[in-house]
């Protein structure tokens, strides 16, 4: 029922810039945390960036300063704007939503992912 849908990715020079964007539709409440994790090929996937409906943010040292999350709530849309691109930051990004019912259940929903790739 729940579906989360990427865009925004592509091919950009290190340097550049790109936004990523993730729109969940299906879902009848509102996600605890939103946030965008990668994975490289042969490597582990790994948090990017993490946001709470209240607007707590968390980063990966290797894209604190470079990276910005945000959301709208009413919507339930994530956006990672992504600035300064290096060649490391190739991945598949993938969105991720959590949802937290308070009474010992979480719920976890993915994305299908979206290419990034950073080159010359």
């Known amino acids: 029922q729940v579906q989360l849908v990427e865009s925004g990715g592509g091919l950009v020079q290190p340097g550049g810039s790109l936004r990523l964007s993730c729109a969940a539709s299906?879902?009848?409440?509102?996600?605890?945390?939103m946030g965008w994790y990668r994975q490289a090929p042969g490597k582990q996937r790994e948090l990017v960036a993490a946001i709470t409906t209240g607007g707590t943010t968390n980063y990966a040292d290797s894209v604190k300063g470079r990276f910005t999350i945000s959301r709208d709530n009413a919507k339930n849309t994530v956006d990672l704007q992504m600035n300064s691109l290096k060649p490391e930051d190739t991945a598949v990004y993938y969105c991720?939503?959590?949802?937290?019912?308070?009474?010992?259940?979480?719920?976890?929903?993915w994305g299908q992912g979206t290419q990034v790739t950073v080159s010359s």
């Open positions: 299906g879902s009848r409440f509102r996600f605890n945390a």
């Open positions: 991720n939503a959590k949802r937290d019912t308070g009474w010992g259940t979480l719920y976890d929903y």
